[in-house]
């Protein structure tokens, strides 16, 4: 049986992850380049004393290891947990994020 899921490509989710950190942190992202996005994930864990920070911590840090740790073995299944991942913490964000 052949799977024919259609998922985004690891570019468009670096690009979804700019987006939220650009809500999140309240600044402007230049480029979604990895260095600079992992470096908002250690950003973020400076925000840890109330529940919603913990929890958008802990998803981003499962992130974090599906996108960027596992190097260029992103599969079909990486790209679905992150793109899951991305969707459940832009709701923590999503009135404050411009949409085009």
Known sequence: MQSDI???PKELLLEDLKIFFEAYH???IIEAKEDTLRMYILLSK???STTKEK???FKLLRL???LFLLGEQF???EAIICEFLLEELQKYV?????RN
């Open 26 to 28: 309240k600044t402007k």
């Open 75 to 77: 599969t079909i299944k």
């Open 46 to 48: 400076n925000k840890n």
């Open 64 to 66: 974090e290891e599906r």
């Open 94 to 98: 999503s009135k404050s994020i411009r």
């Open 55 to 57: 929890l958008i911590n």
């Open 6 to 8: 259609i998922t985004k």
